[in-house]
């Protein structure tokens, strides 16, 4: 199975005032192909905050600059990051992501692993998460990002409106109202 690799290209929030919907923008690393995931707002937020935290990171001085500004400030960010469960268990099982690959799409839903190899080891583990939970880790840790050419093809694919969805407006004209049964009358 191919792995072509993606990497963060852009986030965005459409429809702030009727129906936020939180879209995260994917492109082929070294190609032309281009995904756009919806998250979840939490996913989305964490995300958001892990990016703007890194470009901050690159201006020299910026940590030195917030300790003395807002003293509190980066000791709150380290103790989250050190309660972080899964954090903790990167630690205690001495392991590393590897990558993020978005391995299929099932019922509509993109299926997602991430890999594990333990520090020092050739052995990985794959571990199956939610495709938002994925990316965040990926990126938390700086691992590459992955779709097989079979998520990527079943992903594009439009939602089939054939026969199915003309069945069933079909048979709803054809409902009689004795098939509801008898209802008690006032």
Same mark, same amino acid.
Do not use: H
């Given at each position: 199975m191919k792995e072509i690799e993606f990497v963060l290209s852009h986030c965005e +929030?459409?429809? !702030?005032?009727?129906?936020?919907?939180?879209? &995260? #923008?994917?492109?082929?690393? *070294?190609?032309?192909? /281009? &995904?756009?995931? !919806?998250?979840?707002?939490g996913d989305f937020i964490y995300l958001a905050t892990i990016i703007l935290t890194r470009r901050l990171e690159a201006f020299e001085g910026f940590v030195e600059f917030i300790t003395k500004i807002i003293p509190s400030y980066i000791p709150n960010i380290q103790s989250k990051e050190e309660n972080n469960l899964f954090d903790l268990i990167m630690s205690k099982l001495e392991a590393r992501i590897v990558k993020c +690959?978005?391995?299929? &799409?099932?019922?509509d839903t993109l299926q997602s692993k991430i890999v594990l190899? !333990?520090?020092?080891?050739?052995? =990985?583990? *794959?571990?199956?998460?939610s495709f938002p939970q994925g990316i965040? #880790?990926?990126?938390?840790? /700086?691992?590459?990002? #992955?779709?097989t050419e079979e998520a990527l093809q079943k992903g594009q694919r439009p939602p089939d409106k054939g026969k199915g969805s003309d069945d069933l407006k079909e048979r709803?004209? *054809?409902? !009689?109202?004795? =098939?509801f049964g008898k209802f008690p009358q006032d």
């Open positions: +929030i459409r429809d !702030k005032d009727t129906d936020p919907k939180f879209l &995260v #923008y994917l492109e082929e690393k *070294n190609g032309s192909k /281009k &995904v756009k995931l !919806k998250f979840p707002p +690959i978005m391995t299929d &799409v099932i019922n190899q !333990k520090i020092g080891q050739a052995e =990985e583990i *794959n571990i199956p998460c965040l #880790y990926a990126f938390k840790s /700086k691992a590459p990002i #992955y779709f709803i004209k *054809n409902i !009689k109202p004795e =098939e």
